[in-house]
């Protein structure tokens, strides 16, 4: 391999192994990106069921609870959060799901502030435990 060459590889595999970039982690925002819930409450969530949240640059949350679609108002103020009423459909599922998505809508409720840390948001409660931690959808 020439010297050219080997720095060329050395140059990308440092990047690559380094991680994103403190800039690019910066970059997320909570509006505009589908959020994913990979936990509730600390127990997981049921396999094949997505329980998802988006908020757009006007504050109007939508997602589904894992059954039933969801919309309503989300008040953003720094890394405060309040979501107000939401509105759900009233479609039926398995036990499962309807659980989960019961748990999803009610930590949506009780959030109060929120973190973003790379690709994972985490919605928290008055006393800062986190009430849902979600992943950036692609």
């Keep these: 391999m020439r010297a050219f060459e080997y720095a060329a590889v050395t140059t990308l595999m440092a ?10 982690e910066e970059d997320i925002q909570i509006a505009g990106v589908t959020w994913l819930a990979e936990d509730i409450g600390g127990a997981g969530v049921v396999d094949n069921v997505a329980s998802t949240l988006v908020i757009d640059a006007a504050g109007r949350a939508s997602g589904s609870g894992g059954c039933n679609r969801f919309n309503g108002m989300a008040k953003i103020e720094d890394a405060k ?16 799901v309807m659980d989960q998505e ?5 930590a949506l409720e009780r959030t109060s502030s929120f973190e973003i840390e ?21």
Excluded: H, Y
Excluded at 15 to 24: D, I, V
Excluded at 81 to 96: D, E, N, Q, V
Excluded at 102 to 106: A, N, P, S
């Design 15 to 24: 990047l690559a192994l380094s991680g994103p970039s403190a800039s690019a």
């Design 81 to 96: 959060i309040a979501f107000g009423p939401l509105a759900t459909s009233r479609k039926m599922c398995p036990p499962a």
């Design 102 to 106: 019961r748990k999803f809508l009610q």
């Design 118 to 138: 790379g690709t994972f948001l985490r919605l928290l409660g008055e006393d800062g435990v986190a009430l849902l931690r979600l992943v950036k959808s692609e």
